[in-house]
């Protein structure tokens, strides 16, 4: 017979229980069709004790659980992405992007932070979630500019584009002219979809279309563009 959700929680409560039984609970817990709320307040503790040589970390399973709860967990988010532990942070700040309504300034202080660290793993997450804020998110718009310059990453700078646009379309113009030519083909489509046209940009545009190495995907946007 499966486990009860309190049992569950139960063993992820007990700082006792063996490591490989907390693991498994919240495993548990995770495929469950429904997360109960309650394991919320039992994250910060649900760590693994870095005995194997990687530190301190989350249990297997714990961001997925906690991101199965959606906008649930956006009230404990607030204070996780203000913790000092990296991985709680991270977490916090993963479901802000995702859910949070009034979180802006958290979100633009991450993609702050990570500019001075020159993290560009990270700036996709915040950046999607700026995108789901529009034009409320402006104050991020400065930054992702940099970002979208001046990333190691190209494969982020899609995510860059289509943030930009949101928050300020007419401002993004010359990135979307300029993307027309990226290197990465889903910021090709994105300027393919929504630059404003002149002659110029539609016979580059045709060039997509009647190219035989494109995706049909953008080739078919292009050839839609054109129409």
């Known amino acids: 017979m ?7 929680l139960a063993v992820l409560a007990d700082p006792g229980a063996a490591y490989g039984e907390r693991g498994e609970a919240l495993r548990a817990l995770a495929e469950r069709p429904a997360v109960p709320v309650e394991l919320l307040s039992l994250v910060p503790d649900l760590t693994a004790d870095g005995r194997d040589g990687f530190g301190v970390r989350a249990l297997p399973g714990v961001h997925r659980a906690v991101r199965r709860l959606g906008p649930l967990a956006v009230g404990p988010a607030r204070e996780w992405a203000a913790d000092d532990r990296h991985w709680l942070q991270w977490l916090g700040v993963q ?32 950046s999607d979630g700026l995108a789901r804020l529009g034009p409320a998110a402006a104050e991020g718009g400065p930054l992702l500019a940099r970002f979208w310059r001046c990333t190691p990453h190209s494969y982020e700078r899609p995510s860059y584009l289509r943030t930009l646009h949101a928050i300020d379309p007419e401002r993004t113009a ?15 489509l994105y300027a393919v979809r929504h630059v404003p046209l002149d002659a110029q940009l539609s016979a580059r545009i045709a060039e997509l279309r009647d190219s035989l190495v494109e995706r049909d995907e953008l080739r078919e946007a292009a050839a839609e563009r054109l129409r």
């Open 2 to 8: 499966p486990w009860l959700d309190s049992r569950l």
């Open 95 to 126: 479901v802000l992007a995702e859910h949070g309504a009034e979180d802006v300034p958290r979100l633009v202080a991450e993609l702050a932070s990570q500019w001075e660290e020159r993290a560009w793993c990270g700036p996709k997450t915040v």
């Open 174 to 188: 010359p990135m979307l002219r300029e993307s027309l030519w990226d290197c990465e083909s889903d910021a090709r």
